[in-house]
């Protein structure tokens, strides 16, 4: 165990470590980086989380204008008109509707 300590003792440090100004600066970039209450580590993960709510704001956005359009589409009879014969296969008295299906 002896030996050890010595063979330690008789390394030499190098000049950077030396420097309590490096050491300082290393204990502060720990400290931010890992330890404070508002770290990095902390901060990077808060900003992925961030660009993923705004990607689902912007989707829900394009939603809403897609809906919007279909409610004003609603609002003009003709509009509803094609979209209830359409969509819901309505006709008019005296009409006769036909469906083809496509077999695929």
Known sequence: MRKMIQKLKAMPIPPLLKNRYFLTAVGFVIWIWLIDSINLMDWISERIHL??????????????????????????????????REQFYFVGPGEVIFIIEDEQ
Do not use: V
């Open 51 to 84: 660009n993923s709510l705004e990607q689902e704001q912007q989707q829900l956005e394009r939603n809403i204008q897609t809906t919007r359009q279909k409610i004003n589409a609603f609002a003009n009879p003709d509009s509803l008109e094609k979209i209830a």
